[in-house]
């Protein structure tokens, strides 16, 4: 049976490589903009101050056997360490959605715990006289509470990283004419990961042998998808398509009410002659194309594109895209009874047969042979 000192072991071997990773891995300068290499630059040391921090606490824990003194003094260590370190992953990830961004109040929420934490157990060890290496009742308070405003403060990290990553969401699917998932999906499955670590924290980190083991385990999987994942987001372009997503001239209120604001008749006609001359080019099926084009191929802003799009229902340019497109491969199923799919999905713009195919579905109910059999 693998031993609690053994786990320990692992655990501090496996967070100074992946801090080591962190550290040594190539810093993307050709990212673009100096701005968008700060942003990573910054991302990059939290989460290495984060690693480095569980690996020191591991060592630490297995070098003075604090697990063995008591019931309290793992995870009294666990807490001063654990807590910040997570902080600093949660921050990482809050960092790169918020393009640097980050409140003054965000970074102070978390040292004001930590600190809170630190001395609630400091007090108990004073007012119990026995100090925090013996176990005592004032201690299991101080841990008990501390158990409980670190999981408060996790929560609410999270839950401002999710909100960060729908603005991002929201942003992407406004701007491209396909879904681009991929390029955040990783922040969603990590904060998935460590919203269920912070709810087990306040139980599992009194636990002993094999459920401590197996939260161990969670911990390592968790932190290790987060650091593969952020290694290959640091290493492609998706920031630089993320942030060409965004509406930078506007804040989040005036965005809002230029897409609310009714279009009068004159605004509308003036857009739907833009709008055809653009269909007429039949630019639609190029793969690939933005709202930043579309705007200025028709020469109009991206927000009276939103807003024509909405006075017709479409909450994105890519639902609109797609019906277009969806048009067109309807004519050329018609015309062309031997054109394979993957041939269609590349003449009407799909990046690839499968979304075509999940796209024809969806719209017309049906897949394109089954629509093809009954025309």
């Not at 600190?115 to 007090?123: K, M, V, Y």
């Not at 003449?347 to 969806?362: A, D, H």
Request: proline fraction near 2%.
């Amino acid at each position: 049976m693998i031993r609690i000192e053994e786990v320990q072991s692992i655990g501090a071997f496996t967070m100074a490589v992946f801090a080591m990773a962190i550290a040594l891995s190539p810093r993307r300068k050709v990212m673009g903009k100096e701005k968008e290499y700060n942003i990573m630059k910054r991302s990059r040391w939290m989460l290495f101050s984060g690693l480095m921090l569980l690996s020191i606490h591991y060592v630490l824990q297995r070098t003075f056997g604090f697990r063995h003194m008591g019931d309290l003094q793992g995870p009294l260590l666990n807490f001063l360490l654990y807590t910040p370190s997570v902080l600093l992953m949660n921050l990482t990830m809050l960092n790169i959605l918020r393009f640097g961004k980050i409140k003054r109040w965000e970074y102070c929420l978390g040292m004001a715990v930590s600190a809170i934490q630190t001395a609630s157990f400091a007090i108990a060890g004073i007012v119990s006289g026995k100090g925090v290496l013996i176990d005592s009742t004032e201690l299991m308070v101080a841990e008990y509470f501390s158990s409980a405003i670190a999981m408060v403060m996790l929560i609410v990290y999270i839950m401002i990283t999710r909100r960060e990553y729908k603005k991002i969401q929201d942003s992407l699917d406004q701007y491209y004419d396909q879904p681009q998932q991929e390029m955040i999906q990783w922040f969603a499955t990590s904060m998935t990961l460590f919203m269920l670590l912070a709810l087990t924290t306040p139980i599992m980190i009194y636990s002993q042998h094999l459920m401590l083991m197996a939260y161990g385990m969670i911990m390592f999987a968790a932190i290790a998808f987060l650091v593969i994942n952020f290694l290959h987001y640091s290493s492609s372009n998706y920031m630089q398509m993320i942030m060409a997503a965004e509406v930078p001239e506007q804040s989040d209120a005036t965005a809002t009410g230029a897409l609310t604001a009714e279009m009068t008749k004159e605004e509308k006609d003036i857009m739907q002659r833009k709008v055809a001359a653009w269909l007429a080019t039949r630019s639609y099926l190029r793969n690939g194309i933005t709202m930043a084009e579309v705007s200025q191929e028709m020469g109009v802003s991206r927000q009276d594109i939103s807003r024509y799009l909405h006075t017709l229902n479409y909450s994105k340019i890519g639902s609109w895209l797609a019906e277009l497109r969806i048009e067109e491969a309807k004519r050329l199923i018609l015309e062309n009874e031997n054109f394979s799919n993957e041939a269609i999905a590349i003449s009407c713009g799909f990046s690839s047969r499968e979304y075509f195919q999940s796209t024809f579905r969806n719209l017309v109910g049906m897949t394109p042979k089954q629509w093809q059999s009954q025309k």
